[in-house]
């Protein structure tokens, strides 16, 4: 005759789980963030629009489970930094067409912001602290 040696799960553990769960995937986020802030200010950083795609997905298929935990203001954090940074690239773009300096610099100074963004959020998580969901 076998035992089961299997014992059930507590409340505590399973919540345990969650939160480290959701710890990596939001460092497996912020890192894919960073290489596309960090690819953003580096010319040839062709790989910036992929990450930023997977991060994205990543953290809008997970925003849902973070609900109720420290964790779900980082996964609206890193969303709506994905979608302001976008919404101003496409804003600025036309100084492309018209005068390349005036473009660059804007681009600069939101790539400059994301980074900031990113970097901010990151440390906050590290430290398990809730971030702002201010814009």
Same mark, same amino acid.
């Given at each position: 005759?076998?035992?089961?040696?299997?014992?059930?799960?507590?409340?505590?553990?399973?919540?345990?789980?969650?939160?480290?769960?959701?710890?990596?995937?939001?460092?497996?986020?912020?890192?894919?963030?960073?290489?596309?802030?960090?690819?953003?200010?580096?010319?040839?950083?062709?790989?910036?629009?992929?990450?930023?795609?997977?991060?994205?997905?990543?953290?809008?298929?997970? #925003?849902?489970?973070?609900?109720?935990?420290?964790? +779900?203001?980082?996964?609206?954090?890193?969303? #709506?930094?994905?979608?302001? +940074?976008? +919404?101003?690239?496409?804003?600025? @773009?036309?100084? @492309?067409?018209?005068?390349?300096?005036?473009?660059?610099?804007?681009?600069?100074?939101?790539?400059?912001?994301?980074?900031?963004?990113?970097?901010?959020? @990151?440390?906050?998580?590290?430290?398990?602290?809730?971030?702002?969901?201010?814009?």
């Amino acid at each position: 005759m076998t035992e089961d040696f299997t014992t059930p799960v507590s409340a505590d553990q399973a919540h345990l789980e969650k939160m480290q769960s959701l710890n990596t995937v939001g460092t497996i986020s912020y890192v894919l963030h960073l290489l596309v802030a960090v690819g953003a200010m580096v010319p040839g950083g062709q790989m910036g629009p992929l990450f930023l795609l997977v991060a994205l997905v990543l953290d809008w298929v997970n #925003r849902e489970r973070a609900r109720g935990t420290w964790h +779900a203001s980082h996964f609206r954090w890193r969303i #709506r930094t994905v979608l302001i +940074a976008a +919404a101003l690239y496409l804003l600025t @773009f036309p100084l @492309f067409l018209l005068l390349f300096v005036p473009g660059w610099i804007a681009w600069t100074a939101i790539s400059i912001w994301f980074l900031y963004r990113i970097v901010t959020g @990151f440390m906050a998580m590290n430290k398990g602290q809730e971030i702002g969901t201010e814009a």
